[in-house]
């Protein structure tokens, strides 16, 4: 099971939205759109870890909130510079929501059998 945060983004919200019309048109069956979505989030997850090679700082004004649940952490950031190389941005508020990153059946797999890998 892989974590579902990127269905929120604009390409998951494309994606449902596609399948949804794909679903009232009868192309498609509701369980094939929840294969494909459990799919994106698979592909999605495992882009991101293997794949994206560049790096980012950050430093916040103010930390507004923090929440640690079910293994998530989730920080809302006020003023915030986000710092890449030569490129700077500055928003005025953030959430950020991070996640363990190995995959969810691997830890589900080492709490089976009593493994503290991580």
């Not at 069956?29 to 929840?34: N, W």
């Not at 700082?57 to 998530?72: E, M, Q, S, W």
């Not at 003023?79 to 890449?84: A, K, L, M, T, Y």
């Amino acid at each position: 099971m892989s974590y579902q945060l990127y269905r929120h983004t604009t390409l998951g919200n494309t994606l449902q939205e596609s399948l949804d019309e794909l679903i009232q048109y009868g192309q498609i069956t509701p369980g094939l759109a929840v294969k494909v979505l459990l799919q994106f989030d698979k592909s999605i997850n495992q882009a991101l870890a293997t794949r994206i090679k560049s790096r980012l700082t950050f430093r916040a004004g103010k930390l507004n909130t923090y929440r640690f649940c079910d293994n998530v952490w989730t920080f809302m950031l006020n003023d915030v510079e986000f710092r890449e190389v030569q490129e700077v941005a500055i928003v005025d508020k953030v959430k950020i929501v991070a996640c363990d990153g190995k995959s969810m059946y691997q830890i589900f797999l080492h709490s089976l059998i009593g493994i503290q890998s991580y």
